[in-house]
């Protein structure tokens, strides 16, 4: 089942009214609590918990906390990485078996934040959020029983901040690593976007699958399947390890 919506987070992201993580635990919770979802169901349960950075990016008190100092955005990313390993705690404590949680992948690396330099270096105060968010997710969550990170950051990493011909297989299977396939042909336009009378208002690559990025935040499928590549073994040894009381 999920109970995830599209650019949420820890906080509430006004422009999308959507459900922050608490109320999506919370809203799992009233079905186990109703009996929609059985305590025996859970006895072979895993839970993903996903936050991909919509705090970051769109989040109610985003502007704030990177206004001023490195101290603000310790203190701001400290509050939603402890908001994090509290709804963790509360999926265990309602019996869920495993959990994963999937850390910040370099979010200075995307497209959003490539394009300003022409899509050829990473934005380095943004990976240094993301390095914030990791150490603190692996410092709330890095001794817990039945707990996994999924380590997207070293994943993306290995591909998208090599230069061609260095790095990893699934590296160099990318031509383009920081380029979007799909761009918006206008400043303020995005992926996807059509004219009144029909006409596309984007351009797209002619092989996705040479590049890592689909549109200015996610990868393309085939940028997906190196990513899933670099965490399966990890993963798969994680679920099958023994529960642990």
């Known amino acids: 089942m999920t109970f995830a919506f599209g650019g949420s987070g820890v906080?509430?992201?006004?422009?999308?009214?959507?459900?922050?993580?608490?109320?999506?635990?919370?809203?799992?919770?009233?079905?186990?609590?109703?009996?929609?979802?059985?305590?025996?169901?859970?006895?072979?349960?895993?839970?993903?918990?996903?936050?991909?950075?919509s705090d970051y990016m769109t989040g109610a008190n985003v502007d704030n906390a990177f206004l001023s100092s490195f101290d603000d955005i310790d203190?701001?990313?400290?509050?939603?990485?402890?908001?994090?390993?509290?709804?963790?705690?509360?999926?265990?404590?309602?019996?869920?078996?495993?959990?994963?949680?999937?850390?910040?992948?370099?979010?200075?690396?995307?497209?959003?934040?490539?394009?300003?330099?022409?899509?050829?270096?990473?934005?380095?105060?943004?990976?240094?959020?993301?390095?914030v968010h990791n150490n603190n997710i692996e410092h709330l969550m890095g001794n817990k029983n039945n707990a996994h990170i999924l380590d997207l950051y070293t994943a993306f990493t290995d591909i998208v901040n090599h230069a061609p011909g260095e790095g990893s297989e699934q590296s160099n299977n990318f031509k383009r690593k920081l380029t979007p396939c799909c761009e918006a042909s206008t400043e303020l336009g995005y992926c996807g976007q059509v004219s009144p009378s029909g006409e596309r208002l984007y351009d797209l690559c002619k092989n996705p699958d040479k590049n890592f990025y689909?549109?200015?935040?996610?990868?393309?499928?085939?940028?997906?399947?190196?990513?899933?590549?670099?965490?399966?073994e990890p993963l798969r040894e994680f679920l099958d390890r023994d529960y642990v009381p």
């Open 214 to 232: 689909w549109d200015e935040s996610y990868p393309t499928t085939a940028g997906w399947e190196a990513v899933i590549e670099a965490l399966e």
């Open 11 to 53: 906080y509430e992201v006004p422009d999308k009214k959507v459900p922050t993580l608490a109320t999506q635990v919370n809203a799992f919770t009233r079905l186990l609590n109703t009996g929609v979802i059985s305590k025996q169901q859970l006895q072979s349960s895993v839970a993903l918990v996903s936050i991909s950075g």
């Open 75 to 131: 203190s701001y990313i400290g509050n939603v990485t402890t908001d994090i390993a509290k709804n963790v705690r509360k999926l265990q404590r309602l019996g869920v078996r495993k959990v994963l949680v999937n850390n910040m992948h370099p979010i200075g690396c995307t497209p959003l934040r490539t394009s300003a330099n022409n899509y050829t270096t990473c934005d380095l105060l943004a990976n240094y959020a993301a390095t």
